[in-house]
C-alpha cells in the first residue's frame, strides 16, 4: 500500500548544533530513565558541504516492487488529477527516466526494493511555481537531493515504528570510465529536466561545535556571493537571478544533518525567512582569550575545589560528588567577577557573555578532579 514517506525538515544552523550536542553528550539514562549527559564531551570539527537552496516547492517519487510508484508534494501523495504545480503530471510522463536512477540506485547500495521504499526527494522549481528565485524564466524541473531515504515496507519487529529503520544515503552511483577507473557521479537525467544539486557549484566549510558561532560569518559571506547571482541560474544561461541561500550537509556517525543559510535579498519583503546576524569575531575571541587564560586558571578552580571540599565535608573529599557541581562553579563564577570585572570592562565583557564558557570548562575541572581524588 502507498503511503507518505516523510523527508521532515531542513533546520536552522542553531537547532542543528543543539542536536548534534545532545546526540555527542548522551549518556544514557539514569535509574528513572531521565536522558544524562556529559556537558564536557568534546565536541567534533566536522566538513559540511554546501549547496545552493533552489526555492521552489518540495516533493519526491517514491517506488517499490510491492506498491509501485508514486509521487509526493511535501505533505501529501499527488497525482496528476490532483496536482502540484504540475509536478505529479510531470513525474508519471517520466516514469521511465525516475525508474532507471531508482533501479541505479538500489543496485549501488544493494537494496531490496521487495522489502523497501525508495524516496527520492527534489526541489520542483521554475515556472511560475515561485518568483524572484534561481530558476524563474526557465521550465519547470526538478532539482534532486544530495541524499535520499530507504524506508522498510515493514517493521523489523512487531511494535517497531517503521521510521526507525529508514537510512539516508547519497544520490550517487559509481560508474566505469573509458580507462577502466571507477567514478562517482550523481544521478540525474537533463534530458527529461531531471537535474541533481551535487552536479552544480559546491562548496564546503570547517564548522568547530565546540565554537559554532565563529563559523557564522563565513556562511554569511558565501550566501552574499550567491544572491546577487545564482550560480545554478546561471549554469542554465540565466544571469542575475536571485540565489536564496544555501543548503549545508555532513554525516556525523550514521546520521545525516541539514541546515539552511538564507540572504537578505531573498528575505526581503517576507516577515518568514529566518536569516543568520554576523557575529563579532573579536568580541568572541576575547571571551576565548579572558575564559582561557583569566577567569579558568587552574590555581582558581583549585581553590574553589578545596573550598567546597573543606567547607561542605570538613577537608574528606570521598564524601563530595557531582551534587556539589552547582555550588562549586557559582564560587568560580563569583570569583572571577570579583577578582576581574576591571580587565572585563576593559575588554567589553559583560558576565553574561562569559558565564556559560566559565561553567563549562570549569565543570570539567571539577568532574575530572572528583575522579582522580576518589580513586
Known amino acids: 500500500m502507498k503511503r507518505f514517506i516523510n523527508m521532515g525538515s531542513i533546520d536552522q544552523f542553531r537547532t542543528v548544533?543543539?542536536?548534534?550536542?545532545?546526540?555527542?553528550?548522551?549518556?544514557?539514562?539514569?535509574?528513572n530513565g531521565k536522558a544524562v549527559y556529559d556537558k564536557n564531551t568534546k565536541?567534533?570539527?566536522?566538513?559540511?558541504?554546501?549547496?545552493?537552496?533552489?526555492?521552489?516547492?518540495?516533493?519526491?517519487?517514491?517506488?517499490?516492487?510491492?506498491?509501485?510508484?508514486?509521487?509526493?508534494?511535501?505533505?501529501?501523495?499527488?497525482?496528476?488529477e490532483k496536482d502540484n504545480a504540475g509536478c505529479a503530471f510531470q513525474a508519471y510522463a517520466n516514469e521511465s527516466a525516475w525508474g532507471d536512477i531508482i533501479n541505479k540506485l538500489a543496485g549501488k547500495y544493494d537494496i531490496d526494493l521487495r522489502e523497501n521504499i525508495i524516496?527520492?526527494?527534489?526541489?520542483?522549481?521554475?515556472?511560475?511555481?515561485?518568483?524572484?528565485?534561481?530558476?524563474?524564466?526557465?521550465?519547470?524541473?526538478?532539482?534532486?537531493?544530495?541524499?535520499f531515504k530507504v524506508s522498510p515496507i515493514e517493521p523489523q519487529l512487531e511494535n517497531d515504528d517503521i521510521e526507525k529503520g529508514a537510512r539516508w544515503l547519497e544520490t550517487s552511483i559509481d560508474v566505469q570510465d573509458t580507462e577502466c577507473c571507477t567514478?562517482?557521479?550523481?544521478?540525474?537525467?537533463?534530458?527529461?529536466?531531471?537535474?541533481?544539486?551535487?552536479?552544480?557549484?559546491?562548496?564546503?566549510?570547517?564548522?568547530?561545535?565546540?565554537?559554532?558561532?565563529?563559523?557564522?560569518?563565513k556562511m554569511i559571506e558565501m550566501v552574499e556571493a550567491i544572491e546577487k547571482n545564482?550560480?545554478?541560474?546561471?549554469?542554465?544561461g540565466v544571469a542575475g537571478n536571485t540565489g536564496e541561500g544555501y543548503v549545508f550537509t555532513f554525516e556525523y556517525k550514521g546520521v545525516v544533518y541539514r541546515f539552511k543559510v538564507k540572504g537578505e535579498e531573498h528575505a526581503k519583503g517576507s516577515g518568514k525567512v529566518k536569516t543568520l546576524k554576523p557575529v563579532d569575531e573579536e568580541l568572541e575571541?576575547?571571551?576565548?582569550?579572558?575564559?582561557?587564560?583569566?577567569?579558568?586558571?587552574?590555581?582558581?578552580?583549585?581553590?574553589?575545589?578545596?573550598e567546597i571540599q573543606n567547607s561542605k565535608y570538613n577537608g574528606n573529599v570521598m564524601e563530595m560528588s557531582n551534587k556539589d557541581i552547582g555550588d562549586y562553579l557559582r564560587l568560580v563564577v563569583n570569583d572571577v567577577i570579583k577578582e576581574h570585572s576591571d580587565v572585563m570592562l576593559i575588554d567589553g565583557l559583560e558576565p553574561k557573555?562569559?558565564?556559560?564558557?566559565?561553567?563549562?570548562?570549569?565543570?570539567?575541572?571539577?568532574?575530572?578532579?572528583?575522579?582522580?581524588?576518589?580513586?
Open 17 to 31: 548544533t543543539k542536536n548534534l550536542q545532545r546526540m555527542v553528550q548522551y549518556q544514557g539514562q539514569d535509574e
Open 43 to 80: 565536541m567534533p570539527v566536522i566538513t559540511a558541504t554546501g549547496t545552493e537552496k533552489i526555492h521552489g516547492t518540495n516533493a519526491a517519487v517514491c517506488y517499490s516492487n510491492p506498491d509501485g510508484f508514486w509521487v509526493q508534494s511535501r505533505k501529501n501523495i499527488i497525482t496528476p
Open 119 to 147: 524516496s527520492i526527494y527534489f526541489e520542483w522549481s521554475g515556472g511560475n511555481i515561485q518568483k524572484k528565485s534561481a530558476l524563474s524564466g526557465l521550465d519547470k524541473r526538478a532539482m534532486i537531493f544530495q541524499y
Open 183 to 217: 567514478k562517482t557521479i550523481w544521478v540525474d537525467n537533463p534530458e527529461k529536466n531531471i537535474f541533481n544539486i551535487m552536479n552544480f557549484q559546491k562548496t564546503q566549510i570547517e564548522i568547530d561545535f565546540n565554537q559554532p558561532l565563529m563559523a557564522q560569518n
Open 230 to 236: 545564482s550560480p545554478v541560474g546561471q549554469s542554465f
Open 285 to 306: 575571541n576575547k571571551k576565548i582569550k579572558f575564559v582561557n587564560e583569566v577567569a579558568c586558571q587552574e590555581f582558581r578552580l583549585d581553590q574553589m575545589f578545596t
Open 353 to 375: 557573555m562569559v558565564n556559560g564558557m566559565i561553567s563549562k570548562v570549569a565543570r570539567g575541572y571539577f568532574m575530572d578532579r572528583l575522579d582522580k581524588e576518589q580513586m
